[in-house]
């Protein structure tokens, strides 16, 4: 195996046991993995449009839709009402509910630490570096599958 064909083996590995990992966190709130991701875009992005939840998550209108009422439905969104118009309509994730996934996320942070002293802040630049480098060519990727 050449040293790319074990990198991108690596790689693959990686983001397979992390999809796992967060289907585990999924259903530990009680969420399907795609309601859990839409779910973790409120909390990183903050209030929004249906219709950019789903522009961000790639999904149809219909499809957003059904994930907000399942969010809703399980307490972890609400829809609001903006002002003077009512038509205007924002998504937002509920009071604590960030607070019940970063729980879920202890133990990665946790195991996460123990790994990130062995490296030098050297390295730690690189590594990280790497991951944003690897989530522009995910979002490449993505955008060319979609477009195909």
């Known amino acids: 195996m050449s040293r790319l064909e074990e990198q991108s083996y690596n790689f693959r590995e990686f983001t397979f046991e992390l999809i796992r990992y967060q289907q585990a966190i999924a259903e530990k709130l009680g969420l399907n993995l795609t309601d859990f991701k839409a779910l973790g875009l409120l909390h990183r992005q903050g209030d929004m449009t249906p219709k950019d939840l789903a ?54 942070r946790d195991l996460t630490e123990t790994q990130l002293v062995l490296y030098s802040e050297k390295d730690l630049k690189v590594i990280s570096n790497y991951l944003l480098r690897a989530t522009k060519v995910f979002r490449e990727a993505t955008a060319k599958l979609e477009n195909n």
């Open 55 to 108: 522009h961000r998550t790639g999904m149809s209108a219909a499809a957003t839709t059904t994930i907000i009422d399942r969010l809703e439905k399980a307490g972890y969104a609400e829809r609001k009402r903006g002002g003077r118009d009512r038509r205007s309509l924002s998504i937002h994730a509920t009071e604590g509910s960030e607070k019940k996934v970063e729980r879920c996320y202890k133990s990665l």
